[in-house]
């Protein structure tokens, strides 16, 4: 099983801004930040990514949405660190782009790794 951060993309693409789900995490509004979401949504590790690891990158967003929503009771958490805050913002983030480029948008099943890169 690979770990979210196993993507040389991933690991090598510089520092991670606080989450925003459904954004990009490079600024779009650049020749380089598109091309750097462009190769970290085409990254052909990701089709080395087992349906395991898909799942865990599931949870994690489906608890950062329930978290985001008052869903989840903070009383009684810990409060964050900035280490703790930052390595969450990078495990989001990894997981966010392993299901854009994993996952169909609309209907969220798994693509094929035969097919990934094309579609």
Same mark, same amino acid.
């Given at each position: 099983?690979?770990?979210l951060s196993g993507s040389p993309i991933a690991r090598n693409s510089g520092s991670y801004p606080p989450f925003v789900l459904g954004s990009s995490r490079f600024?779009?509004?650049? !020749?380089?930040?598109?091309?750097?979401?462009t190769l970290s949504v085409y990254d052909p590790s990701k089709a !080395?990514?087992?349906t395991a690891d898909l799942d865990e990158a599931r949870a994690l967003l489906s608890s950062y949405r329930a978290k985001s929503a008052g869903q989840v009771g903070e009383s009684g958490s810990k409060p964050k660190t900035a280490e703790s805050a930052r390595t969450e913002d990078e495990a989001l983030?990894?997981?966010q782009e392993l299901l854009a480029a994993r996952c169909h948008p609309q209907t969220?099943?798994?693509?094929?790794?035969?097919?990934?890169?094309?579609a």
């Open positions: 099983i690979m770990s600024d779009e509004s650049t !020749f380089s930040g598109r091309l750097q979401m !080395f990514y087992s983030w990894r997981a969220g099943k798994l693509i094929s790794p035969v097919i990934l890169c094309p």
